[in-house]
């Protein structure tokens, strides 16, 4: 087995920027790479359907919105494969054999699942595929005998979790479960990049997000009405680049080369943060050097997507595609994992004919 990769998102809504810097990028980056042998992408609809399950026209329409994500940031289906995680039921069997290897007081002291629960105010009336979610993560990783998930920091303890259900299921059972490797975005200005308004998260429902599918103008209002150091009020006066946003996204997205054509008269981003340290640069002027950056970056994106929109029956036919592959991969780790736990009774001949010898030698 080589080097394989597993990945993907929940389809709740667009994908925005955030998204973009803290995983997107860096999956054509590996999947141009060629140093996996293997690259799965899921649009994670299933557990989507977790915590809205009174709402499944969301996830269902959201799912074409994630694809079109996918393939306009340069994920490519002949390198890559895109599926859909509902169409692999093998994951549902995956997750219902993990479950006997975790106990409720583990899930619960999971970080990642406390505070999504907090966040969601679910408190006592937790749904019980939300509250197992670890498992079922760890299902879709094992499945595809993932060696690698790229994920933000925030899901590291998911990953731990499936690590000691791989530790637990190989010690039970025997080695049939590759344990995985976390990959952390390599900027850590892209490990969790905030809202537009300062908040510590972009949400669709707080409207601070910048979607890949923004149009050009959109965008640029969205950059200009950006949260920035709230003391800066005049040009003069000295401003706070830690905590200010529009900085932040510089630290994601600004390269040297970038100064040369939109802002010459800095050297890099260095030197630019000290001048708006010192006093006398005004927020106006550097958030539109944020635009033209972003303006940049999103641009091929926004083209590619118009190419795709113009033909959404071939987008299905490659999630179809792809999820008709990531079953068959999956079926085959199913068929391991059955017969490591000796359930494969119909398959094991060799147990047929002991058992049959056995019951003979009783006449």
Known sequence: MGKIILTGDRPTGKLHIGHYVGSLKRRVELQNSGEFDEIFIMIADAQALTD???????VRQNIIEVALDYLSCGLDPKKCTLFIQSQIPELTELSFYYMNLVTVSRLQRNPTVKSEIAMRNFETSIPVGFFTYPISQAADITAFQATTVPVGEDQEPMIEQTREIVRKFNSVYGEALVEPEILLPNNKACLRLPGTDG??????????????????????????SMYTDPNHIQVSDPGEVEGNTVFTYLD??????????????????????????????????VKRFLNSILQEELEPIRRRRKEYEANIPYVYQILKEGSDKAEAMAARTLKGVKEAMKINYFDDLEYIEEQARKYKSQE
């Open 52 to 58: 809205n399950s009174d709402n499944p026209e969301k």
């Open 199 to 224: 908040k510590a998260k972009m949400s669709k429902s707080l409207g601070n997000c910048i979607y890949l599918s923004d149009p050009e103008d959109e965008v640029k209002k969205k950059v200009m």
């Open 252 to 285: 994601a997205f600004c390269k040297d080369e970038d100064f040369e054509k939109y802002l010459p008269d800095y050297k890099n981003l260095d030197e630019l943060k000290d001048h708006y340290r010192r006093g006398g640069l005004g927020d106006v002027k």
